[in-house]
């Protein structure tokens, strides 16, 4: 079964969203300003709208420039970071840093599993990188079938750790803070929870990946390889040089992040400060590696360039959200979801939110553009469930980073089990138990937060 682009998938939604508007009843909460100036329903208060206009057939099309008026700030935080990060990875710091890693270690597998692992999840938690690892895909396979493993040992690398990492995110910026901001928390609020919990899951991954390697070095026979007829070339040579500039470039990058963490929680940033930043970083990082401006400035419109996809994804969910407001029916989808959460309690409805992203991440990979949609929605009803919104966030964000590690449509996953030749059956049978452990665990994590007061 082919599986449509994300894209129509989006537009498909906004025509059901719309077909809604017919058969479900306008509806409203009363609302109140929070301390952080937002507005947020007040339980008990949901009552029936009469005589709301119907709306017309075209909004289905006019709502989709709206979306992304709406959506403009995130829009072009994401152009800007996406230039950046072109433009760090244009410097090879990240190649000669992974190469020189694989390297060193690349005879101790359960060394060069938990240190590859840990580097793509810090970047995925912290500055929001996945498809960035794709190219050492073919190097991670050689050198995990060197030392008799095999491809799916070398994929787990990238995938699961990408996947860790954005399921339980720092700073993501494409993630934690769109998804913060759109339910009215401070940015980067909870992150010593968000830290914490990094480690369990973490090493879930990790002791996952690290068994099945083990099992097929002792018996290559039970690799879930077995018949599938591939043959690597060779990899191209890839930097291992650690330069004096890469150095320098590095200690930037990790300045950096802590001069948008002390911004952000001391000086009230907000994207236009984060852009600012990413821009500057960019440009500095391009003139100490030795580029001209010129070529800093090709390279970061063609990092901007290759996210257009993902900024139309963010504008056209914002589209859904806006066509049920107009409608005023949002209100009344809330309330008939937040009914049978009401009645389990706060750590089975905080599970249950959990449940509900991981489904929506089907339909939506992308992590900003599932915040678009499904944040509106799960953000209220934290309020009359009694549970924060903080809480809402991160059961987000574990649905959304947990989930890309199976769903089909994440181009990440297949991007990698397309280079590694790994069939998606084979793949689904080596991560299905891995994931029935990261959502139990992720259960727990989300009731230990609502205990807490998270």
């Known amino acids: 079964m082919k599986i449509p682009h994300t894209l129509v998938l989006l537009f498909g939604m ?8 017919w058969v479900v009843p306008a509806g409203s909460f009363d609302t109140v300003t929070n301390d952080h100036n937002r507005e947020v329903v007040v339980p008990g208060t ?48 990240i190649d000669a840093i992974l190469s020189r890693m694989l390297k060193q270690f690349g005879k101790q597998p359960a060394v060069l599993i938990f240190i590859s692992m840990l580097a793509v999840a810090v970047g995925a ?76 899951f973490f090493l879930i991954g990790f002791w996952h990946i690290w068994r099945y390697a083990s099992k097929i070095r002792k018996d290559p026979s039970a690799s879930l390889m077995q018949s599938v007829d591939v043959d690597f070339e ?82 056209f969910a914002r589209s ?23 009645a389990v309690g706060g750590g089975l409805a905080a599970a249950g939110m959990f449940v509900i992203q991981s489904v929506f991440n089907f339909f939506i990979p992308s992590g900003s553009g599932q915040a678009y949609v499904t944040i509106p929605i799960m953000a209220p009803i934290s309020d009359l469930v009694g549970l924060s919104r903080q809480v809402a966030v991160l059961a987000y964000q574990m649905g959304d980073g947990f989930m890309n590690m199976i769903i ?25 138990p891995l994931m029935l452990q990261l959502i139990l665990a992720g259960c727990v994590a989300l009731v230990i937060a609502v205990a807490i007061g998270y």
Request: with cysteine.
């Open 234 to 315: 060779e990899p191209p040579e890839m930097a291992t040089a650690l330069t004096s500039r890469h150095t320098i470039i590095l200690t930037l990058i990790v300045a950096t992040l802590g001069v948008l963490v002390w911004g952000i929680t001391q000086k009230g940033w907000y994207f236009i400060e984060l852009g600012a930043v990413f821009t500057a970083l960019a440009i500095v990082c391009g003139l100490i590696a030795g580029t001209s401006l010129d070529s800093v400035a090709k390279t970061f419109t063609a990092g901007a360039a290759e996210l257009t996809g993902t900024a139309l994804l963010i504008g």
């Open 320 to 342: 859904i959200e806006m066509i049920l407001s107009d409608a005023q029916v949002l209100h009344t989808i809330v309330n008939a979801l937040a009914e049978p959460l009401s």
């Open 125 to 200: 938690s912290t500055i929001g990188m996945s498809e960035e690892f794709i190219p050492f895909t073919p190097v991670l396979i050689l050198l995990c079938v060197g030392m008799g493993m095999d491809a799916i040992v070398a994929a787990s690398i990238l995938i699961v750790g990408s996947g860790i990492g954005y399921g339980a995110a720092a700073i993501n910026p494409f993630t934690v803070l769109v998804a913060q901001d759109l339910a009215g928390v401070p940015l980067i609020s909870g992150l010593n929870y968000r830290l914490i919990l990094f480690v369990p």
């Open 14 to 21: 906004i025509v059901f969203a719309y077909a809604l508007t």
């Open 46 to 93: 949901f009552a029936e709208l009469d005589d709301v206009e119907k709306l017309p057939v075209w909004s289905v099309f006019t709502v989709i420039p709206r979306g992304l008026e709406a959506a403009q700030g995130i829009i072009f935080f994401i152009f800007l970071i996406g230039g950046a990060l072109a433009v760090v990875r244009s410097t090879g710091v």
């Open 408 to 432: 089909p449509t994440g181009y990440v996953l297949m991007g990698i089990l397309g280079m590694a030749r790994i069939p998606y059956d084979r793949w689904f049978r080596f991560a299905w």
